[in-house]
């Protein structure tokens, strides 16, 4: 009677396990290496669920995949072929910025997207220039058409820090004219994710007049802070997949329209502190104590 017990109860629980299968569908614009990592990182997370990656442009039209697909979209070719009709399953969207969701997307938030953002959350960046520094107070800010948006909400994370956000306009990067002015007027600079700004062609401007005014860069990525920049906050691979997991598990009208990682990480260029006069930054202890703050009410 014990084992026919144990048969029933397993074949109560059978369906459920069943149930809780998914058929999980990453898509972008081409496989790589770094996909293929990713993709086998997030399988051996989900050894229960159906994992696998097909290049965007060897889908169907998202209206015909079947409504049960958990779907993730890895970059901005994807994207675009997900915005490109409303019928079809809901998706889980990677590697999106702030300003090109503004640039793409303006105030919309498609209820189909669960936006997951890829540039640092401005307040943690505000809190790390503060922390490193404490005893600067006013942030320059530079911003172009598609990032001026982010200046208020900037003003409204730098109030309960004590800090003052001094914000210029930066419509031509080939005119140096509105980065000198707010030099004059700084004490540290706090670099938005904004690709029109920060690049590979006005990184060595951006960073060379500021080192010429002994003031600090903090941010817009990790990529700056390897350039010269003096530090920044970044969610890594397994950040991602942590949050990736944890979505997974909810159905998705649970997910919600936008998200940042609760997982962080700080990272700072060591050699730029020094040149700065600034002490040796601890990544740990840093992002340690940018965690803490997140927690107070």
């Known amino acids: 009677m014990r084992t026919l017990r144990r048969w029933l109860l397993l074949a109560c629980l059978w369906p459920l396990g069943v149930l809780s299968a998914s058929e ?7 496989d790589s290496p770094g996909v ?14 159906t994992v696998r990656f097909v290049p965007v442009d060897e889908l169907p039209r998202p209206a015909r995949l079947s409504p049960n697909i958990r779907l993730i979209l890895l970059d901005s070719a994807s994207l675009e072929w997900r915005l490109g009709e409303t019928a ?3 998706a889980l ?13 303006g105030s919309l938030r498609p209820t189909y997207l669960c936006l997951l953002w890829s540039d640092p959350p401005l307040d943690r960046q505000l ?8 005893q600067a107070r006013r942030v320059g800010v530079l911003y172009a058409q598609h990032s001026q948006f982010l200046v208020e909400e900037l003003r409204r994370a730098a109030r309960p820090l004590g800090l003052e956000i001094v914000a210029e306009a930066w419509p031509d990067p080939r005119d140096s004219r509105p980065l000198q002015t707010l030099l004059q ?15 590979s062609k006005t990184a ?15 941010g817009p990525n990790a990529g700056f802070v390897r350039a010269g920049a003096l530090a920044s906050t970044l969610s890594d691979q397994n950040d991602w997949l942590a949050v990736l997991d944890r979505l997974l598990d909810q159905p998705p009208g649970r997910w919600p329209r936008t998200l940042y990682p609760d997982h962080f990480s700080v990272v700072g260029n060591q050699q ?10 601890d990544p740990e202890r840093a992002a340690l104590a940018l965690a803490e703050g997140e927690r107070r009410p």
């Open 204 to 218: 060595k401007n951006l960073l060379l007049s500021s080192y010429a005014r002994q003031m600090a860069l903090i």
């Open 272 to 281: 730029v502190a020094r040149a700065l006069g600034i002490e040796a930054i």
């Open 93 to 105: 969207a990677l590697r999106v910025s702030r300003v090109q969701a503004e640039k793409r997307l």
């Open 185 to 199: 007027h700084s004490d540290v600079l706090l670099g938005i994710d904004d690709p029109q700004l920060y690049n």
């Open 127 to 134: 809190r790390l220039a503060r922390y490193l520094l404490p």
């Open 24 to 30: 999980i569908l990453l898509t972008g614009n081409q």
């Open 36 to 49: 293929e990592h990713f993709v086998q990182a997030l399988r051996e997370r989900r050894p229960a669920d």
């Open 88 to 90: 079809g399953p809901p």
